[in-house]
């Protein structure tokens, strides 16, 4: 079964650093992308960014929202076949779920499918 | 505000069928295919429809989708109570090289 688990939930102070992170298994993790997906409370679904873990050094890899260029990091390690999304300065409007997704392109369409449990993280003082 | 367009919120009774719209532009929709997440309450997203009408296995074909232009639809036929969800339209978009959502609809079962 294809299947992406993602760390737990986490409540940060303003100004901390954190790192979640989200793990494949099921299939040969190296060879799909995997995405980024912030959901605000209460809110929509927002697209943060893209890693192919395969050559996630690649100038083009990973790929940033503009929204969150600069904001956030993605990062991925073959080898433990997981993917990484980090902060080194959270905000209170950083306080939101975050959930990975592997991304599959054949053809002319493309897909997050399967979508991890998602991670809450609290930003509070 | 989302880059897609979808209406807030839709209802229906069970048996009935629904349609969720979603509207874009022509460097998402009207390029590119379209995908459907279905979001029930406190659980992550489920792909729903991928390839504007095209359901990953397990989804029920009571669930469709199509796409016309640059707009798309969600059409769920016998509705039924465990429908009750968000419904989220996705699409790649050409001039941002990344993913746009809709705002999301919710589902009401009356």
């Known amino acids: 079964e294809v299947q992406l688990v993602q760390s737990g939930a986490e409540v940060k102070k303003p100004g901390e650093s954190l790192k979640i992170s989200c793990q494949g298994s099921g299939y040969s993790f190296s060879n799909y992308w995997i995405g980024w997906v912030r959901q605000l409370p209460g809110k929509g679904l927002e697209w943060m960014g893209l890693i192919y873990p395969g050559d996630s050094d690649s100038r083009y890899n990973p790929s940033y929202s503009p929204s969150f260029q600069g904001q956030v990091t993605i990062s991925a390690d073959k080898s433990i076949s997981t993917a990484y999304l980090q902060w080194s300065s959270l905000k209170a409007s950083d306080t939101a779920m975050y959930y990975c997704a592997r991304h599959e392109r054949e053809g002319d369409w493309r897909r997050f499918d399967p979508w991890g449990q998602g991670t809450l993280v609290t930003v509070s003082s | 505000q989302s880059v897609l367009t979808q209406p807030p919120s839709a209802s229906g009774t069970p048996g009935q069928s629904v349609s969720i719209s979603c509207s874009g532009s022509?460097?998402?929709?009207?390029?590119?295919?379209v995908n459907w997440c279905q979001q029930l309450p406190g659980t992550a997203p489920k792909l729903l429809i991928y390839?504007?009408?095209q359901r990953p296995s397990g989804v029920p074909d009571r669930f469709s989708g199509s796409k016309s232009g640059t707009s798309a639809s969600l059409a769920i036929s016998g509705l039924q109570s465990e429908d009750e969800a968000d419904y989220y339209c996705a699409a790649w978009d050409d001039s941002l090289n990344g993913w746009v959502f809709g705002g999301g609809t919710k589902l009401t079962v009356l």
């Open positions: 390839g504007n009408n």
């Open positions: 022509s460097s998402n929709i009207g390029s590119n295919t």
